[in-house]
């Protein structure tokens, strides 16, 4: 079976830097991505990591460690428009479809 | 990228009766899926729709009650059969490009309430 683990809720300040974790347990492990979702809208593709390390994308950056089954997703100089659900979605094997964490509800705050 | 729409966008549906979601891709793709997300929840894989075959469930969901059609590379229906409120939810269909399976598109969704 698959299980991630990801804060239910975070708050932060505009302007600051935030981090979202996600821990894992898969039987097999092909690659972390994280999605966004805003209240009513459907789940969007922010970014994916297969291998160790930091992927930088804008103002959203992304992190895996393969050997502690644990990435994040680091969102910098935060806006009110990132008040947004934020899940991680774990890759078992090449053409299996992605299993999803709960999600991390993102409040920003003035 | 991929536009995908969905139809009915709502419905309000009594108990027992059954309602076909429909998903339309502007583009041919492989990979369609449906999955089900209460408010505030997570998103559960219902099933994998495949072209020219039956479609694929994950545990703890069957044909019976989610039958799924996939007539074409670009179109595909799911139906919630028999209603009972437990199937209030949000439903919606994805699509994985070319870019990979860590990329998927989903659709606006469907939000159904089961009374």
């Known amino acids: 079976g698959q299980s991630l683990e990801q804060p239910s809720e975070v708050t932060a300040v505009e302007g600051a830097i935030v981090q979202i974790n996600c821990t894992y347990q898969t039987s097999g492990f092909y690659g972390l991505s994280w999605y966004q979702q805003h209240d009513g809208g459907a789940p969007t593709f922010l970014s994916y990591?297969?291998?160790?390390g930091l992927e930088e994308t804008g103002r959203f950056s992304s992190f895996l460690s393969r050997s502690d089954s644990y990435g994040y997703l680091l969102l910098q100089e935060l806006q009110m428009k990132d008040s947004a659900s934020y899940f991680c979605a774990v890759i078992s094997s090449g053409n299996t479809p992605l299993v999803f964490g709960k999600g991390t509800r993102l409040s920003v705050i003035a | 990228s991929a536009v995908i729409s969905q139809k009915p966008s709502r419905d309000i549906c009594q108990r027992g009766t059954s309602l076909t979601i429909q998903c339309q891709v502007d583009s041919q793709v492989t990979m369609m899926f449906w999955y089900r997300q209460q408010p505030g929840q997570s998103l559960t894989l219902i099933a994998t729709?495949?072209?020219?075959?039956?479609?694929?469930?994950e545990s703890g969901f069957v044909i019976d009650k989610f039958p799924i059609s996939r007539p074409n590379l670009t179109f595909s229906t799911l139906t919630v059969s028999n209603m009972s409120p437990e199937d209030s939810s949000i439903y919606l269909c994805?699509?994985?490009?070319?870019?990979?399976?860590?990329?998927?598109?989903f659709g606006p969704g469907t939000r159904l309430l089961v009374l």
């Open positions: 990591n297969a291998l160790d």
């Open positions: 729709a495949n072209q020219g075959s039956e479609a694929t469930y």
């Open positions: 994805s699509v994985e490009k070319s870019e990979g399976m860590e990329t998927q598109y």
